[in-house]
Each structure stands twice: as structure tokens, then as C-alpha cells.
């Protein structure tokens, strides 16, 4: 099994930043990608941003040139620096990962969630 354990989070006001981190541990044979996904009350869950393990990146739109993701591969983590924050960032953070816990089997993880609040 892999766990995610995530760290950040928090209350801001608009226009502020915060970073969120997740580091992903236990059986890991190879780490493909991790990502960032948010899901506010009532709305469906939906992508921020990801990275691949070549160090490839995919970000909403909503969030373009203000959220940047990277990662530490040494350490199996993944960074998000949010920056501009805006009320409509408000939601639950999740982190997902694309694990493989042996040569040929992957499977995704999700950690617990950060609750992330902007107020304006």
C-alpha cells in the first residue's frame, strides 16, 4: 500500500499564497505521476495540476500563471505553490498519485485532503 500524507493548507485572504505538500510513502516500485486535485461543496472534483515523472506538467486553466507545481523525485514528493489566491480556490486539496507497487501492476492513491479558504 501507499500512503500520501499532505501538509499546508489553510486560511488566507485574496490575493495571498500558500503551499501545500504531499509525500508519498510505502510500497513503491516506481512513482509515475502526482497531482493536485479540488473539490468545493457541491461541485464535481476537478484537476489543479499534475506532474509526470519526467517532470511534465498539466494545470487548469483557472489556475494557470498563478499555481506552480513541482516535485522532489528523490523524495517522492510533490509541491504546490499557490499564489493570487483567489475566493474561488476555496475547496478541499487532494493529492493522487500513479503508483507502481511492483514491476507491472500501478494502481492510484488519494491522501485525505487539505481544506484550502480564501476569503475576500
Known amino acids: 500500500q501507499v500512503q500520501l500524507l499532505e501538509s499546508g493548507g489553510g486560511s488566507v485572504q485574496a490575493g495571498g499564497s500558500l503551499s501545500l505538500s504531499c509525500a508519498a510513502s510505502g510500497t513503491i516500485f516506481r512513482l509515475v505521476a502526482m497531482g493536485w486535485y479540488r473539490q468545493a461543496p457541491g461541485k464535481q472534483r476537478e484537476l489543479v495540476a499534475s506532474?509526470?515523472?519526467?517532470?511534465?506538467?498539466d494545470y487548469a486553466d483557472s489556475v494557470k500563471g498563478r499555481f506552480s507545481i513541482s516535485r522532489d523525485n528523490a523524495k517522492n514528493t510533490v509541491l504546490l505553490q499557490m499564489n493570487s489566491l483567489k475566493p474561488e480556490d476555496t475547496a478541499a486539496y487532494l493529492c493522487?498519485?500513479?503508483?507502481?507497487?511492483?514491476?507491472?501492476?500501478?494502481?492510484?492513491?488519494w491522501g485525505q485532503g487539505t481544506q484550502v479558504t480564501v476569503s475576500s
Open positions: 493522487n498519485a500513479y503508483v507502481y507497487t511492483a514491476q507491472n501492476h500501478w494502481d492510484q492513491f
Open positions: 506532474i509526470n515523472a519526467g517532470g511534465g506538467t
